[in-house]
Nanobody, 114 residues
Framework: VRLVESGGVLVQSGGSLRLSCAASGFSFRTATISWYRQAPGKERLLVASITPVGEATDYTDSVKGRFTISRDNAKSTLYLQMNSLKPDDTAVYYC????????WGQGTQVTVSS
């Protein structure tokens, strides 16, 4: 199982960014996939989740209306569109699947400057 995140950069407050997570080694189209984030000195927290065919999504309150999770099962890729970014969104962003023992990607750094 491999999850590889990309797209994290330094962006100004109010800006937008799209993260990607390329998956391989498992049946992507059957798995619920999630984005988590971990800010410096804080615990890793769930940001958003999406069910196998995208029929349902869930978001933590702080990103509702600003972030959109989506997936392309043909490409085995998960996305996170982030709009109206705030400095509090600064974190390492990880994708995660709970299949089997659970698997994490290596993370991608998002930094939002004020």
């Amino acid at each position: 199982v491999r999850l590889v995140e990309s797209g994290g950069v330094l962006v100004q407050s109010g800006g937008s960014l799209r993260l990607s997570c390329a998956a391989s080694g498992f049946s992507f189209r059957t798995a619920t996939i999630s984005w988590y984030r971990q800010a410096p000195g804080k615990e890793r927290l769930l940001v958003a989740s999406i069910t196998p065919v995208g029929e349902a999504t869930d978001y933590t309150d702080s990103v509702k209306g600003r972030f959109t999770i989506s997936r392309d099962n043909a490409k085995s890729t998960l996305y996170l569109q982030m709009n109206s970014l705030k400095p509090d969104d600064t974190a390492v962003y990880y994708c995660y699947t709970g299949l089997g023992r659970g698997y994490w990607g290596q993370g991608t750094q998002v930094t939002v400057s004020s």
